[in-house]
């Protein structure tokens, strides 16, 4: 019988099984690149409008974070402040800066500043500022030093299962309601234990006397 | 052999035995037809000219299968509303066509993996075409969980995938033991399928005389001579699918009941439900086995001499052993829940499902699987081609209805009459189960033509000049003991 196939098609079970080991690595790759949702970009640092730091304003000037994102503990969304909260100082101070004629125009038009949004989370799920500020959780477990950034990143995940991670364990998070917007404040420890294990501990002490009860297999909690 | 007399010197009297002639075996393949009509006339329906009633048919099935994939899109493009399911009715039609499919399949694994070991001979010339049946009726059945679910690009839910989302299946539940037993079912058919047709293939690319059949063939053949490692290889790997595919057989049904069985519904609630169905996917499994070959043999008469009157009458009494199995299992399941169970909701259950709105459904199911197929009691049906037919499509009805009576008269009727509702399917959901009907047949006649339907190697086996130690008088001198020097020929 004649052969049908010439004699490098020996090698070709080979060359399949080559190529399908780069393809199954490659595909993970890609996938991981190109489909990771768009809220869960670590390290997404757009360029604002106006080069607004918040290292001077919150760091050195020692600003609460709640005079500008003024709704955070009453609204679900927090907002990002008005021209009018920067007028407020910036009628006297820095009046001529060039670096702020957006922020001059826009309170001379009423046209607001088109400040851009690093935090996303996605539309179907329901996060509540307020409800996390009033039990204890601080600004800084979800974004990060702000008070050291002059120009904002995004710097947790906010994936689900990053959202997960603490609603199991809220009292790793947990600290006192007045040191909520303290970003720099970490637990005191008790004698030779560690600051994670005094955290863990004052947690779960206020988790018990607060009745925290994150939602965390009730889809319903989040998904409304 | 005649008579014996025996006489035993020790007593007394004296014991005469009165054998009856000893009666000679049914023949596998009639008319004694040699190895290389066998070969020449299976893989001759590969090779010659399309005739014009396979195109007949294709055409008629062809667009009616494409029904499937244009529904589909619409039902992904509108929402999962176009299938007519609502409260209470979650399942309906979507999950009864699900079941009715993936039942059929059974027959297929159950002659390929449990014949096999069990040495049933028989099992040699309707093998392949059952395994083809089961793939095609696997794929049938797949399509439902997948765009049951609505959002059908998020079907990847079903699997344990690591994501972002740290979403992970819950496995106490039924429906992820589904997706794992029907997925493992469909991944060992097509291995167990593929080496099977391995050897075969291999005997259409030598027969092959174009230069695109002998590289298609080949390549499917991936190199086989057939020499005595190939052939080693190639039993060791055919017995080991043979032992996963026969627990298989069992599993994949029983799983599918759990769907129903571990929920707390009445009329779902009941241990019975995984020998019921798997009994009864064998039941059905058959009888679309039979559905498939009887035409087959009409296309192609050649078959004839190897699908004999033999394989029809015991495929036949597999029907009534599997129908009368069923047939208890309704009773039984009467009988616990009308007499002995005692509990209110389950005896309203099967009170409504015999009496209640459906009540036509629980009737057909009745008559298709529990009355008819006792016609198979008598020889002359069972060798009737025209009655087996015909008693085969009450079979295949009578199975639809089953499923439709266990999901919807449950569902229409269960705890509170203020939760009662009814159902009609929808267009889209009627054409789309016609349109799977489409699909399977296309699929089989795509198998027919391109592929030997016949296990040509393993047909050769069961010749008795394959095995010329046993009954001297029916050899042929052909030394043949082996399927391998079987296809040599």
Known sequence: ?224 | MADIAHTSKGDECEVVLHCPPELKKIPLVNHDRSFAWITENVASICEEKTRRYWWIAFLLFTPIALLVPTLLSYQVANGVGVWGENQPFGWAWDITNFVFWIGIGHAGTLISAILFLTRQKWRTSINRAAEAMTLFAVMCAALYPGFHVGRFWKAWYLFPIPNHMALWQNYRSPLLWDVFAVSTYFTVSVLFWYVGLIPDLATLRDRAKSKIKQWGYGLAALGWRGGNRHWQHYEMAYLILAGLSTPLVLSVHSIVSFDFATSVIPGWHTTIFPPYFVAGAIFGGFAMVLTLMLPARLFYPQLDDMITRNHVDKMAKIILLTGSIVGYAYLMELFVALVYAGNFYEYNAFYNRATGWYNWHYITMMTCNVIIPQLFWSKRIRHNYIWVFVICQFVNAGMWFERFVIIGTTLAQDFLPSSWGHYTPSWVEVFTFIGTFGMFISLFLLFMRFLPMITIFEVKAVKPEADPHHEPDHSHGEKAAHPKEAAAH
């Open chain 1, 1 to 224: 019988m004649p052969q049908i196939f010439p004699r490098g098609a020996n090698f070709v079970p080979l060359k399949i099984i080559l190529v399908l080991a780069v393809l199954g690595m490659a595909a993970p790759a890609a996938m991981w690149y190109y489909w990771t949702p768009k809220y869960t970009k670590v390290g997404y640092q757009p360029a604002q409008p106006v080069p607004f730091s918040h290292k001077i304003h919150a760091g050195q000037l020692g600003l609460d974070c709640r005079y500008c994102h003024s709704f955070a503990e009453n609204a679900a969304h927090s907002n990002i402040p008005t021209a009018q909260v920067c007028m407020n100082c910036h009628s006297q101070v820095q009046k001529d800066n060039p670096k702020l004629a957006p922020l001059r125009e826009a309170w001379a038009t009423g046209k607001p500043v088109e400040w851009v949004q690093i935090h996303k989370t996605p539309d179907h799920a329901y996060f509540n500022h307020s409800v996390h500020i009033n039990r204890g959780v601080s600004c800084v477990s979800c974004h990060g030093r702000v008070d050291q950034m002059d120009v904002v990143s995004q710097e947790q995940s906010l994936s689900m299962d990053w959202c997960l991670t603490c609603h199991r364990a809220p009292e790793t998070a947990l600290r006192p309601l007045d040191k909520v917007t303290d970003l720099g404040w970490h637990a005191k420890p008790q004698g030779k234990e560690s600051i994670e294990q005094a955290q863990l501990n004052l947690g779960q002490k206020l988790k018990d006397q607060r009745g925290i009860n994150p939602p965390v297999s009730n889809c319903a909690g989040c998904h409304r």
